[in-house]
């Protein structure tokens, strides 16, 4: 079988098995920020985990360590800029953003080789057993948490305010959120690629939006989606020598479009 | 025995004070309607109260934790918001209270009866005209069977006949369960049967009255 030779390739394998995690990560948070309507904040963070990758280059330490911080920085930024302009809160977003794509711009002239431009695209197919390792471990604790956070992360995307009333610590669980969107931003930055985990958070979520009622249909629809993209975008790339990022976002935004044009009803 | 205590009560948002030197005692089920013009600070007593904002002067005491509140609003909803209407008024049931799946439906399901909104328990929140949200909001609000109710304008967007059966179930939640209710409403008649007293905002500062001074008042002016 021609389908099956995917599989004995240790490096498609391994490949595999990180998709599997980024599908199921990338659209639990991403479901959240949608409906925050922050749905700009994975760019914010994505590029300034690019920042931080380029001076993990520059300075010579792990560049994905540097991502994760950067990406860190950026989520506590932005958490407090929404606070101060809770009605602008794209604001806060675009400063964020700007502010990543200077540092990375900047960063990225002065280090070494093409380490850089990896990280742009990421290169899943090149990922060690013991990257691999860390991934699967890291999207378990990420699922973990998000699960455990269920319902009061669902009670503040509907209502923020509410939420405070009910006694829920809003400040506190923002916060574990951040931080969980920054290890998904560091994770894709090796895998998927920077410029592209932010178009992973949003468009399973937007096309589960159109097919979903309810808020846990449209989260299992989502990460159906995303398994369906990140697979079918791998699958593709490995016959077609595409770059796995780009394809699976592709793939996505084909399904989207597809579905707007033929509106299933609710 | 009173659940509420406001003493000397200032605040500020920014320069302007809004409330100045408020005091006064809300007792165990009591039924306190609130009132007044536009921007006289009706809302921000009751944020005071739920302390989702801290008192500038003085102190806004509240004694039970067990408290319900719907915000003011007409109807800001995403109509993409994906979740169901039961899913919404789940989200008023405390963690705490740790009940199973099935009794859980059941709660969720008596709140919506209560606000005749059951046979949409499954459609998407977004999809539901204005009056049906706040209906659904309200649910969530009274699923918990709180000891304190606090609701700002929640008949708003309803026709009569729903808001006037809003305020009798509100009523009978009061006589019935003991609940304590402050209420903020631009339609005093409408529950000027169920409630105990009248906060009245004034451009002076807040007037106390029962509801006979409150008919009086306005026979006054007429
Ligand atoms: N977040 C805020 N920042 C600054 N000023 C505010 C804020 N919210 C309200 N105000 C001001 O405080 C005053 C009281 O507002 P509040 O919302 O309490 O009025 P209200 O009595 O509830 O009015 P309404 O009947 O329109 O609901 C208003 O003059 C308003 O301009
Ligand atoms: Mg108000």
């Given amino acids: ?266 | 025995m009173e659940i509420i205590t406001v003493k000397s009560l200032y605040f500020q948002y920014e320069k302007e004070p809004i409330l100045k030197n408020v005091s006064f005692d809300v007792k165990k089920g009591e039924f306190i309607c609130v009132a007044g013009i536009n921007g006289s600070g009706k809302s921000t007593l009751l944020k005071l109260l739920l302390r989702l904002l801290k008192p500038t002067l003085g102190c806004a005491d509240v004694l039970t934790n067990n408290v319900a509140y719907l915000a003011q609003r007409a109807s800001a909803f995403n109509p993409d918001f994906p979740a169901t209407v039961a899913e919404i008024v789940s989200l008023g049931i405390p963690i705490k209270m740790n009940i199973g799946l099935r009794e859980q439906r059941k709660t969720v399901d008596n709140a919506l009866k209560q606000m005749d909104m059951l046979d949409y328990r499954n459609q998407s929140i977004g999809r539901l005209s204005g009056g049906q949200q706040q209906r659904v909001l309200l649910a969530k609000a009274l699923v918990k069977k709180p000891d304190l109710i606090i609701l700002d304008e929640p008949t708003v967007g309803m026709d009569n006949g729903a808001a006037t059966q809003i305020c009798c179930l509100l009523g009978k939640l009061n006589k019935k369960e003991n609940a304590t209710l402050i209420m903020v409403t631009h339609d005093v008649p409408l529950i000027l049967n169920h409630a105990d007293r009248i906060l009245q905002f004034e451009k002076g500062g807040i007037k106390l009255s029962s509801p006979k001074d409150f008919y009086q008042n306005i026979a006054l002016h007429d």
């Fill in chain 1, 1 to 266: 079988m021609l389908f099956l030779e995917l599989f004995s390739f240790e490096f498609m394998r391994r490949a595999l098995l990180a998709a599997l995690c980024i599908s199921i990560i990338t659209p639990m948070i991403g479901q959240v920020i949608v409906l925050k309507r922050m749905s700009t904040v994975g760019d914010a963070l994505s590029h300034t985990g690019l920042a931080g990758v380029a001076i993990g280059l520059v300075l010579g330490f792990n560049p994905i360590i540097g991502a994760f911080a950067a990406a860190i920085c950026a989520g506590l930024a932005l958490e407090l800029i929404r606070r101060r302009f809770s009605w602008y809160a794209e604001l806060s977003v675009s400063i964020t953003l700007s502010l990543g794509v200077g540092l990375a711009a900047v960063f990225s002239g002065m280090a070494p080789g093409a380490g850089f431009y990896n990280f742009l695209f990421g290169s899943i197919v090149a990922i060690s057993n013991g990257e691999l390792f860390s991934i699967a471990m890291l999207s378990i604790i990420v699922v973990g948490i998000t699960i455990f956070l269920y319902r009061p992360l669902l009670h503040i995307a509907f209502d923020e305010e509410s939420a405070v009333s009910a006694g829920i610590p809003v400040n506190t669980i923002n916060l574990i959120f951040t931080i969980l969107t920054a290890v998904a931003v560091a994770i894709s930055a090796r895998t998927v690629g920077a410029l592209i985990i932010s178009s992973l958070m949003v468009i399973p979520v937007a096309c589960a939006m159109q097919i979903s009622r309810g808020y846990k249909e449209n989260l299992i629809y989502s990460i159906m989606f995303a398994f369906l993209f990140t697979m079918a975008g791998l699958i593709l790339s490995f016959y077609f020598n595409l770059r796995p990022g780009g394809a699976i976002v592709l793939i996505g935004i084909a399904v989207l479009v597809l579905l707007i044009i033929v509106r299933p009803r609710r």
